[in-house]
């Protein structure tokens, strides 16, 4: 059973970082790109950043100069380096594996003085 398994939230001041992590189960993660998406309360799910097999990423761009995706096909762990976080970061951030409905439980980060 394939699972993706999200960590390292939690709550950070405005200016913080965080460094989340995803670690997947299975076959998923050497056959698949990864993505992180997030959904802050009252909004919509919207992707953060992606990373596709071979290294190449994508951003958000409201995200694409203070977050970095990167993955460690070793550990079959995909990470988000936050930095410069903001209140309106607050959010669950979910793991993906891009094309397939096969998610993450999320984990909650809260950006608040």
């Known amino acids: 059973q394939v699972q993706l398994v999200e960590s390292g939230g939690g709550l950070v001041q405005p200016g913080g970082s965080l460094t989340l992590s995803c670690a997947a189960s299975?076959?998923?993660?050497?056959?698949?790109?990864m993505g992180w998406y997030r959904q802050g309360p009252g909004k919509q799910r919207e992707l953060v950043a992606s990373?596709?097999?071979?290294?190449?990423?994508n951003y958000a761009d409201s995200m694409k100069e203070r977050f970095t995706i990167s993955r460690d096909n070793a550990k079959n762990t995909v990470y988000l380096q936050m930095n410069s976080l903001k209140p309106e970061d607050t959010a669950v951030y979910y793991c993906?594996?891009?094309?397939?409905?096969?998610w993450g439980k999320g984990t909650l980060v809260t950006v608040s003085s």
């Open positions: 990373i596709h097999r071979a290294g190449r990423t």
């Open positions: 299975g076959s998923i993660f050497s056959s698949n790109a």
């Open positions: 993906n594996a891009l094309g397939t409905q096969i």
